[in-house]
């Protein structure tokens, strides 16, 4: 076994993301236990606490150590006073979109899964969404979130300007093609190129890549017919790809299909660096309960231990996952009559990770709040 040395800065951020990060890094530190490597962790400001203490969304510090980093885990961002301040003239936001330019994390990958034993809480039925396991690859860094915008004098009119590059375009698609050969062999290109000039550009430089993935089946689908389709049939799907906002959509509607934002890891990789993190909020309101699902982190630290390339040390982490979801060890958010707060859920996994039958002898100490590891 190659034993490996890694530096992960920790975001925490606000709300209930040091919380939920917490859960994370012990889940890290088992892993680290039980497979011999070592994770060294830098804790940095980014969000509304950074503009509390800094004044700024992303100090420079917290740039200049994401940049040493091997990797990067944030909790989330964002604060009421801002959030409820239109005007504000720094954003917790702007510090996240920010830090994502920076590092070049052009690639967004978000992961959709339904688990069986949460079924019944999807909106959608269960017999459609059995069995859903789609790989979302979103382009981040381009098209028209970050084109030229303005407003015209009289403020009458506005226009944002949505622009690719082929090199954009291939970067992220060969990162597509490469997930499907270790999955089901099949991608599916979600684009508009019966009305967008960027999207036939999207769909001609994917059709000239295929020939390098021989093994891999490539479909298109019109982005409109492809919402329809992932509530229809989202079992349909392997590896989806498309362009920034296209995937900002369609990425939180699959999201329903979980049936909680709380199950949801995402991770943003670019050439040099690679981001992890839950795809919810900060939930303010819950902030210090001990109510936060810390599951969607702790899935986050899969897919790193996936770009460390540590598969083996990945699995453990979803096995143990998916122990808690069978054994019930979970928050109020996903069983009302649970009496599993945050840190338990998060003790549950980091015991099935050093060993996934000894957790069940510490079951009633977890509920009773009296086990302590790491």
């Not at 590059?165 to 099949?186: K, M, P, S």
Request: glycine share 8%.
């Amino acid at each position: 076994m190659d034993i490996l040395s890694k530096r992960i800065v920790v975001l925490p951020g606000d709300g209930i993301g040091p919380e939920v990060c917490a859960e994370a890094v012990r889940v890290l530190k088992a892993v680290s236990d039980r497979f011999g490597h070592e994770f060294q962790f830098d804790y940095q400001l980014l969000g509304a606490c950074a503009i509390d203490a800094t004044g700024a969304p992303l100090p420079e510090a917290t740039l200049t150590a994401c940049r040493r980093a091997d990797a990067v885990l944030l909790g989330a961002i964002g604060d009421p006073k801002y959030d409820n301040d239109p005007t504000a003239p720094v954003r917790p936001e702007q510090g996240l979109l920010g830090l994502r330019k920076e590092l070049g994390l052009y690639a967004n990958i978000r992961p959709i899964t339904a688990y069986d034993q949460l079924l019944a809480h999807s909106p959608l039925r269960p017999e459609r969404i059995q069995g859903t396991d789609i790989l979302i690859f979103r382009e981040l860094t381009g098209g028209i979130y970050f084109g030229e915008k303005g407003r015209s004098e009289d403020r009458a009119s506005a226009y944002d300007h949505c622009t690719y590059h082929r090199d954009e375009i291939l970067r992220i698609a060969h990162r597509a093609f490469r997930a499907a050969e270790t999955r089901r062999h099949q991608l599916t290109l979600v684009d508009k190129a019966n009305v967008l000039e960027t999207s036939r550009l999207w769909r001609e430089t994917v059709q000239g890549l295929a020939p390098e993935y021989p093994s891999v089946a490539l479909d298109f689908l019109y982005v409109d017919n492809a919402a329809m389709q992932i509530i229809l049939n989202p079992r349909q799907f392997d590896v989806m790809l498309t362009e920034n906002m296209f995937g900002d959509i369609l990425s939180d509607e699959a999201s329903v299909i979980a049936g909680s934002l709380g199950l949801l890891p995402s991770a943003s990789i670019g050439d040099a660096a690679a981001l992890f993190e839950p795809i919810h909020g900060s939930f303010p309101q819950a902030k210090g309960q001990g109510l936060a699902n810390p599951i969607a982190t702790i899935l986050s630290t899969a897919l790193l231990l996936d770009h460390f390339g540590l598969l083996i040390e990945a699995e453990c982490v979803r096995d143990a996952v998916q122990h808690a979801l069978n054994s019930g060890v979970v928050t109020p958010e996903l069983n009302p009559a649970t009496r599993y707060t945050t840190e338990q859920v998060g003790s549950f996994i980091t015991y099935a990770v050093l060993d996934i039958h000894d957790c069940e002898m510490h079951r009633n100490n977890i509920q009773l709040g009296l086990s302590t590891i790491i």
